[in-house]
C-alpha cells in the first residue's frame, strides 16, 4: 500500500504562503508513516502535473486529494487513467465556511456524482459533523478523512503559567469573518485589564482574503491608543516559524464559528500553551469553550485557563484522543 497525499500548491505560482492544506497533509503523512501505512505529500500545482506524477509512479494504491479544486473533467481523466487507484477528494470546512467558496461547492457536488459513477472514487470530509450532513442532506455516502497532528518528543504539556510580565495572548489564522477574530481581540483586552497586565496580541497580517486586511486594521484601531496595550502583526512565517511562535504565547484565543479541526489550537497544545475556543472545535476540553458571540465570556474563560496549571497537559490528552480515532478511521478507510 502506498497512499499520497495531494494539495494545491498556490505558493508555486503567486508567492504567497498559504500552506495550511499541506501542513494537514504532512502531519496526516506522518502520523500514517509512524503506524506503519507507506505515505507522502505531494505539493500539485496543476491537473497535467497531477498525472504526469502518477503515471511516474506504479505503487500508489491510494490518493487523496486535499479540497476540491481539480476540474471534474480532469478529475474524471485520472480516475479512467489510473483505475487501480482509489481516489478521495476531501473537504476541508465545515458547511459554514463553504459560503466563501462557491466554486468549491460545485466541484463538491460534481464529485458526488463521480462517486455513483465510478469504482474508484469518494468524496470526503475531514469534519464529522460535515460528512454526517452530507449523507443525511444528499443521501449519498461521504468518508470521514480526519485531520491527524503528529506528536513528538518535542511536545511541552506544562509550560508555566503566566504570573508578571507581558501577557502574551495569540489570536492567529486566517483573517477572515468566521474565524471571529475582532471577538477574540476584543477579550485579549479585557484580559489585559482586569489582570492589570501589560498586553501583547499578537495576529497574523499581510494576506487580502475574505476582507483579511479589513479585520486586522479594526483590531489595530480597538487597540490604538490603550496604555497597557499593543499589537503584534507576525505576517505569515513558515510552519516551523510559527510554531515557534506560538510557543511564546501564555493564551491563545480561537473562539471560530465554524471549523473542521483548527490547527492553530493543536499547534498550541503541542507547546503546552492552552486556546479558549468555541463549541466548533469539540475535540478539546469542554472547559476551554466560550460562548462565541459573547466577548466577556471568552475572556472569562481565558482568565480561568491562564490561572490553570493542569490546562495544558489536558490538552495534550484531548489532541491524543482525537488523534486515536482519527487514526482508526483512515485505518478503516484505507482497510489495513
Not at 196 to 214: F, H, Q
Request: glycine share 8%; proline share 4%.
Amino acid at each position: 500500500m502506498k497512499v499520497i497525499l495531494a494539495y494545491k500548491n498556490f505558493a508555486a505560482n503567486r508567492n504567497i504562503s498559504h500552506i495550511g492544506l499541506g501542513v494537514a497533509a504532512l502531519n496526516n503523512m506522518k502520523s500514517l508513516v509512524k503506524s506503519g501505512v507507506t505515505a507522502q505529500v505531494w505539493p500539485i500545482i496543476g491537473a497535467a502535473d497531477f498525472h504526469t506524477k502518477l503515471a511516474a509512479d506504479s505503487d500508489i494504491t491510494h490518493v487523496n486529494i486535499s479540497a476540491p479544486w481539480i476540474a471534474s473533467a480532469d478529475v474524471q481523466r485520472l480516475l479512467t487513467d489510473f483505475p487501480r487507484i482509489t481516489f478521495s477528494m476531501t473537504c476541508h470546512s465545515n458547511v459554514g465556511f463553504l459560503q466563501a467558496d462557491s466554486n468549491g461547492v460545485r466541484l463538491f457536488r460534481e464529485a458526488m456524482e463521480l462517486e455513483r459513477a465510478t469504482h474508484n472514487f469518494h468524496v470526503s470530509g475531514n469534519s464529522r459533523r460535515f460528512v454526517e450532513w452530507v449523507r443525511a442532506a444528499y443521501g449519498v455516502p461521504c468518508a470521514w478523512l480526519p485531520n491527524m497532528y503528529y506528536l513528538d518528543g518535542s511536545t511541552n504539556a506544562h509550560r508555566p503559567a503566566w504570573r508578571s510580565g507581558w501577557l502574551r495572548v495569540g489570536v492567529f489564522g486566517a483573517a477572515r469573518p468566521l474565524k471571529n477574530l475582532m471577538s477574540a481581540a476584543g477579550a485579549a483586552l479585557e484580559i489585559g485589564q482586569s489582570l492589570r497586565a501589560d498586553l501583547e496580541i499578537w495576529m497574523n497580517s499581510g494576506r487580502s482574503e475574505g476582507g483579511g486586511e479589513t479585520i486586522v486594521n479594526a483590531v489595530a484601531e480597538m487597540v490604538k491608543g490603550v496604555p497597557f496595550a499593543r499589537l503584534v502583526p507576525i505576517g505569515w512565517p513558515t510552519w516551523p516559524q510559527f510554531r515557534n511562535t506560538v510557543a511564546h504565547m501564555h493564551l491563545l484565543l480561537q473562539p471560530s464559528y465554524t471549523e473542521s479541526f483548527n490547527m492553530i489550537t493543536a499547534d498550541g497544545i503541542a507547546s503546552g500553551v492552552p486556546s479558549v475556543v468555541g463549541d466548533a472545535i469539540d475535540w478539546c476540553p469542554g472547559h476551554w469553550r466560550a460562548k462565541t458571540d459573547d466577548v466577556q465570556d471568552i475572556a472569562r474563560v481565558g482568565r480561568q485557563l491562564l490561572r490553570d496549571h493542569g490546562a495544558s497537559a489536558e490538552g495534550l490528552r484531548a489532541l491524543e484522543a482525537h488523534n486515536a480515532l482519527a487514526l482508526a478511521a483512515w485505518r478503516a478507510y484505507l482497510k489495513v
